[in-house]
């Protein structure tokens, strides 16, 4: 592993297949191209929550409130993963949110 610090991805290159990036040297403004096999591109942690805008709480940030059991100021709509408050935005923290969100949904579902 390298890092480039003060560099920025311009281009994604590669026949089909990613096989280099075209990077940038912002101190310089060198461009050149950089071999690899994949891309990982950062996409920031804006929720895209929008379309819940005077639907569900959130938060300053854009993110759903929910409580421990995932419901929403909303009773019967839950949220679970990245767009949920507080969230600690990882695989494994989302997948359990979801199993919250799913359980308290059947309960929601069968006990009312
Ligand atoms: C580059 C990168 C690397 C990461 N590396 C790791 C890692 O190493 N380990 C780790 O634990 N986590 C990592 N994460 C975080 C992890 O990917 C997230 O925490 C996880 O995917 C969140 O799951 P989620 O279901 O909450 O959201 P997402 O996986 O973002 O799923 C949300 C889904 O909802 C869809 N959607 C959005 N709006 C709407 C709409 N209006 N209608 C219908 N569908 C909609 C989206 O298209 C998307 O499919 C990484 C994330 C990124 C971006």
Do not use: C, W
Not at 23 to 33: I, P, R, S, V, W
Not at 87 to 94: A, E, I, K, N, V
């Amino acid at each position: 592993m390298s890092f480039k610090l003060s560099h920025s991805v311009k281009e994604i290159r590669g026949n089909g297949q990613v096989d280099r990036v075209l990077l940038e040297d912002l101190k310089t403004g060198e461009e050149f191209e950089y071999p690899t096999s994949g891309v990982f591109i950062y996409i920031g942690f804006h929720p895209n929550s929008g379309f819940l805008q005077g639907t569900v709480a959130l938060d300053p940030g854009g993110h759903v409130v929910t409580d421990i059991r995932m419901e929403t100021d909303k009773p019967g709509v839950f949220a679970a993963g990245d767009v949920r408050q507080y969230s600690d935005r990882q695989l494994g923290t989302s997948v359990g949110d979801g199993i919250t969100a799913a359980l308290s949904a059947y309960r929601y579902i069968t006990e009312g």
